[in-house]
């Protein structure tokens, strides 16, 4: 059996790129991005500093979370070990690039699909070593057979102290360092100065990061940008099934109250708002793939084990117990209703709650691996559900407005109570970064104001006094919107600064 790694030897290295270029001529790898890059950082006060050279690049770890995540198998582990790709199967979804912990995946400009690092196994298919190794003038990059104990390199890697990147992700890596500066491995114990870096554009830091700050121990001189992946389209999905979830759910609640008879605002309504924003759900998913030609892949090409199938499965399932829902209310079969009523409680809630097993695939993003994710989107989905209620009552005559404006209520106060045990609680390096840039960083306005002010404080002010009138439907209605409005601001800060933290 043959395990391939690396041993990346950073006191030979002389920072000169030539991997950086004999990957890129190797691989026609576009401007912009890298499969392989060298980043520098400096240490100690003039005049006595150092400059570290420490080669970056995927770390085909012995369990890989990228092939977990990846929904149609474009990632895979070639029998050498090596974590390898296939264009063609490749949708574009990104999920590899934010469960990667290392920066080491990016989309191809040109062909619109993840690549990255495959150890040139088009050259070690011909007993020749990867471009990277050839051109190295110091021998700083060396092949390992890590199953191989007689493997020269092996026994280095034995016999010396290494270190890998981001251990405690437990994603076993086999590129090994030998002679690395630790800050060079942890991108948190680095920052770029005010005045920016050599020979590339400045890329910002995390929150805490400036050279003197609480655990940074090195300037950063020259590295790599790597772009957010997921952006509005995601926090937007998040609201959409939160929203559709949640009607249903209100509309189950409902008919074990008793209120089956009620056509229009039981029946009818609720699958018909459920099945809009499921539809636009959908939508956002597959307006977000790099290649959205090929979203049926997600069926034809399915790896099992990732959420982003998993999900679309739970999506599926509860658009049809929408449809039938919907027969069942235009035909009046309150039996029907009785009886769908588990069935699509149960699947709003795996609607609005599988994200968060989505998330925790993503083992590069530090914050979304809290488990208050899955109870928060659920309180969110109850918002949502009431939030819908109270906007529809306005048109249509429902059942109970009380019912309504009471699960609205709820469903905020279980919100900020998750959001506020968020925040305060402790976590890794890398979530208290994350949660320094949502609360008190670049995404502060719009968490505080928006998913704070708007989606928290304002509904349940609002409710509070619809409850405390005869005629407060208008009050529960601005409600509904402010907290579905002030729910997408949460998100999406949610979404961004979970992915601000640096990984390289």
Known sequence: MT???FLLDSQSCIGCHACTVACKAEHDVPLGVNRTWVKYIETGTFPDVDRHFSVMRCNHCDDAPCISICPTNALFRADNGVVDFDDDNCIGCKGCMNACPYDAIYINPVTNTANKCNFCNHRIDQGLE??????CPTHAIKVV???????ETTQIIARSETAVRAPEQNTLPKVHYRGAHQAALDPLSTAIAEDGMIWADTTASHPSAAPGGEGVEARTAYTTAHQMTWKAKVSSYLVTKAVAAGMMAMAA?????GHGGEQAAVGVVPPVVAGVFLAATGVLLVWDLRQPTRFYYLITRANRSSWLVKGAAVLGA????CAAWFIAGVVGSIGSLQVLAAPAALLGAATAGYTAFLFAQC?????????????????QAVTAGGAGYAVMELAVEGPDRAVAQWVLLAGVLATAVLIGAEILSRGTAHVEAAVAAMTRGRYARQFWAGGV????????VLVAVALGTDAGSWAAGVAGISAVAGMWFYEDSFVRAGQSVPLS
Do not use: I, K, M, N
């Not at 990867?130 to 051109?135: G, K, L």
């Not at 057979?145 to 493997?151: G, Q, R």
């Not at 509860?318 to 117990?321: E, G, I, T």
């Open 253 to 257: 609640l409902l008919v074990l109250l």
């Open 130 to 135: 990867p471009s990277c190794v050839v051109v």
């Open 318 to 321: 509860f658009a049809a117990v």
């Open 453 to 460: 002010g708007l989606g928290l404080a304002v509904p349940a």
């Open 3 to 5: 395990r391939l790694g």
């Open 363 to 379: 083992e590069g993003r530090d914050l979304w691996q809290s488990p208050l994710v899955l109870p928060t989107l659920l309180a």
């Open 145 to 151: 057979d890590l199953d191989d104990p007689a493997d």
